[in-house]
């Protein structure tokens, strides 16, 4: 299988290593954050304020700091923002304490794991690429979307082995603990890099050394030129925004159409793990067809897949309609990624950027707005969400496929080149 190959390059594995540790961490994170908050002051709408202050750097710095995120844009630099923020995880169990004044604390403490986040996340992205030749970029791009699925499968079940040793609080000193594995990996990585560039040199080839601090092109040319991209990242956002629907909604659908409690939410979790697994597995070493049809075609299957919870009969179909709407997630974000990837890495640092601000952004919005259309009727919200998401896909397919029978557009080229 591609992925075990992948697996044998000693760069491949400490990076996939460290990210594995680094998703249970973060669901060790997101565990925590809501679980103190919510014990602290009995509030859901404190969960959501939690939520929002973790956004707001993603927002801000993707925004207004292109030249900031660019000042993190090598391995070494990465291995700083993670020791930054394990110091911060641990911190906050020693710090916090259960009143007003420890839930300023931890709203603090959230705020600056997500400007750190926010940094470290597309500078982590843009350097992935340069790790492999051009040709294994789709599948290490898959490869790290693995560790994800994987989380969505195991992390409940090691998040409850884990409780039952410690407390809720003490979670965040455990996710500290693979923040500090992860800024190892980092500065694994960037004495590897030099390694591989001294030896380049010594044999007469070229090799990529990341270096920080390059300056940082505006994104909108960079958009403009490459009008499928514009429309990826804007379907992107659409996506997230109504994500929403799904993620407060579902307990909620399942409960007042099914009868169903926990139990049946944990199903239907687990049901759209599965289906993302199994994407995963596909397209991460798979070439099915032009990049942005696939992309539209999945989104457009989650767009189906929501109007489908919204008229399921029963849990049966519920757990067959996870599973596709599992198969789609995979093959939407590797399939951008790769895109994004094609392009020179100043440019890509950018462009991830970007995304990742315009996801965070709508994401927030629909967190904010949407609940109220689910506690008001939650069929209507997921056949509403479900139908806006779809005709956003098919219109973006339709919209891209003209515009890149357009001569100026179709002569245009990524910086770095193709890789796909």
């Known amino acids: 299988m591609g992925y075990l190959q992948l697996l044998r390059k000693r760069s491949v594995l400490v990076l996939w290593s460290s990210a ?41 710095i993707g925004t207004f700091g292109r030249d900031l995120v660019a000042r993190f844009s090598s391995y070494r630099a990465l291995g700083w923002l993670d020791a930054g923020r394990a110091a911060a995880a641990c911190a906050l169990p020693l710090l916090w304490s259960p009143d007003g004044g420890g839930l300023a604390v931890l709203l603090a403490m959230v705020f600056v794991l997500g400007t ?26 898959g490869l ?8 969505a499968i195991a992390g409940p079940g090691a998040v409850g082995l884990i409780l039952l040793a410690v407390s ?12 500090a594995v992860s800024a190892v990996a980092m500065w694994w990585l960037h004495a590897h890099a030099r390694r591989t560039a001294r030896v380049a040199a010594a044999s007469g080839t070229q090799a990529a050394v990341p270096v920080a601090g390059e300056p940082a092109p505006a994104a909108w040319p960079v958009l403009r030129r490459h009008p499928d991209v ?21 307990p909620a659908l399942l409960a007042v159409q099914l009868g169903q409690g926990a139990a049946g939410y944990g199903l239907a979790l687990a049901a759209v793990g599965a289906g993302a697994l199994a994407g995963n597995l596909l397209i991460g070493n ?30 049966p179909v519920v757990l067959a309609v996870g599973f ?13 990624r790769t895109r994004l990837s094609e392009f020179g890495k100043q440019e890509r640092l950018r462009l991830m950027t970007v995304d990742q601000t315009v996801i965070r952004t709508a994401g ?17 919200a997921f056949a509403g969400a479900g139908v806006l998401l779809l005709v956003t896909a098919a219109v973006t397919a339709v919209v891209g496929h003209r515009w890149a029978t357009m001569p100026k557009f179709a002569a245009a080229e990524p910086v770095g080149g193709r890789v796909s």
């Not at 927030?364 to 069929?379: F, Y």
């Open 116 to 141: 750190l986040g926010a940094l470290f996340g597309p500078n982590l992205g843009a350097l992935v690429p340069d790790l492999v030749e051009p040709g294994q970029v789709r599948r290490v791009i």
């Open 230 to 250: 514009t429309l990826a990242v804007s379907l992107h956002g659409v996506g997230f925004f109504v994500a929403a629907v799904s993620a407060v909604g579902l």
């Open 144 to 151: 790290l979307d693995l560790t994800t699925r994987i989380a």
């Open 286 to 315: 798979l070439q099915l067809g032009h990049w942005l049809s696939v992309y539209c075609g999945a989104w457009m299957v989650a767009g189906l897949t929501l109007f489908g919870y919204g008229i399921a009969p029963s849990m």
């Open 324 to 336: 596709i709407a599992g198969l789609a997630t995979p093959a939407a974000a590797v399939t951008l």
């Open 20 to 60: 594995a540790l680094s998703v249970l961490g973060d669901r060790l994170y997101g565990l925590a954050v809501m679980w103190v908050v919510y014990e602290s002051t009995g509030s859901a709408t404190w969960m959501g304020v939690a939520a929002v202050v973790e956004s707001i750097p993603y927002i801000l």
């Open 168 to 179: 809720e609080v003490q979670l965040f000193a455990l996710d500290g603990v693979t923040f």
């Open 364 to 380: 927030t919005v629909g967190m904010l707005t949407l609940p109220m259309a689910v506690d008001a009727a939650p069929t209507t």
